[in-house]
């Protein structure tokens, strides 16, 4: 397989070649994609584990366990939960 890479994409892997972290462009590039996958994982992880929880609600419901909830508390928690999640 041959690549064309930016530029800017180019010279960072060369840098990273060149300060000895990798013996090789292609070892920078396997990496980089063996990161991707695990973040790709990870996110269907995450995914299934919320849909996991979304799907409790309506069974708790039906079952009496609900209690009070402040719209915007829950919103702020929503938020600082995305926050934690990986950047793309």
Known sequence: MTLQLPA????F???LVGTGGYQSPADVICDGL?????QAVYRQQRLARLREQVDVGPE???NGQVSEVDPMELLE?????FAKTPEA
């Open 8 to 11: 800017n994409h180019e010279q």
């Open 77 to 81: 928690e929503v938020g600082r939960e």
């Open 34 to 38: 063996d990161l991707l996958r695990a």
């Open 60 to 62: 708790q419901m039906r």
């Open 13 to 15: 892997v060369a840098e």
